[in-house]
């Protein structure tokens, strides 16, 4: 469900990219290389996600850059547990301009409402073009629509090298992949906030780790105040919230978690 991250994560993300940066560096990864010990967690996580500049709109955001930038700014409390590094940057690959976006179907809330493309290709790609073949050139980013319906996947992709994290004083890498990658509709773990969940296990260990971000309260343009509404605002009925500009968004510490077990 989230568009850069992840968005997620989601939040969550997400962005967030998701989504969170969770300590220091990646081991070494030498052969016959003990594996590290794990104490197991259970956290409460907060925090927040801010979107690439231009944030999260109808439109979207053109560019001339391949790569955009969503910030996790998450913390996390309980016994053991460690917050990460604030402001960490989450890069991922921005769309490259085409006709027609793709994914080009999708569902939001819960699986509920069918989502149809509000455009063929974002404006500021269209305006654009080269002729004499019309050929659109740069890039984009942001769109709602994308987000909402394609933001798990490019979570995975953004933290495919895995997220670091301090357990106990063992830094740990948590894997992550697209299997273990999935979005939060409302009405699910998230309650009534959307978000992702990133599940999987701990690098060279048997161990698994769960890592919720669900998405509440939102800052921008013409924002309404809850993330999920600007967003299904955006995506079912965009040409009245074509000035809607979702910048940042709250990760809501009472359905958030993070655990190793």
């Known amino acids: 469900m989230i568009r850069k991250l992840l968005v997620v994560a989601a939040a969550i993300a997400i962005p967030v990219s998701t989504l969170t940066a969770l300590g220091a560096a990646v081991g070494t990864g030498v052969a016959g290389a003990k594996s590290p010990t794990v104490v197991p967690i259970t956290c409460t996580t907060g925090g927040s996600i801010v979107f690439a500049t231009g944030g999260l709109s109808v439109n979207g955001v053109y560019t001339v850059n391949k790569l955009g930038t969503t910030t996790a700014n998450i913390t996390s409390s309980g016994t053991g547990c460690d917050s990460p590094?604030?402001?960490?940057?989450?890069?991922?690959?921005?769309s490259k301009c085409k006709v027609p976006v793709s994914p080009t179907s999708g569902t939001i809330d819960n699986g509920l409402i069918p989502v149809t493309e509000p455009f063929a290709t974002p404006p500021g790609c269209v305006a654009n073009e080269v002729p004499p073949k019309n050929k659109l050139i740069g890039y984009y980013y942001g769109l709602a629509w994308n987000y909402a319906t394609g933001g798990g996947t490019t979570i995975a992709t953004a933290l495919k090298h895995g997220i670091t994290y301090n357990d106990s004083g063992t830094t740990l890498t948590l894997v992550v992949t697209p299997g273990g990658t999935t979005?939060?509709?409302?009405?699910?773990?998230?309650?009534?906030?959307?978000?992702?969940?990133?599940?999987?296990?701990?690098?060279?260990?048997?161990?698994?780790?769960?890592?919720?971000?669900?998405l509440s309260t939102d800052t921008g343009t013409n924002v309404a105040g809850n993330f999920v509404a600007d967003i299904v605002h955006m995506v079912l009925t965009p040409n009245s919230y074509l000035t809607t500009e979702v910048d940042t968004a709250t990760v809501d510490p009472l359905t958030s978690a993070f655990s190793i077990s």
């Open 183 to 214: 979005t939060v509709d409302p009405g699910n773990a998230c309650g009534a906030d959307a978000g992702f969940q990133l599940t999987g296990l701990v690098k060279k260990t048997a161990d698994a780790y769960t890592l919720r971000v669900c």
């Open 85 to 94: 590094v604030t402001a960490q940057p989450i890069t991922s690959k921005n």
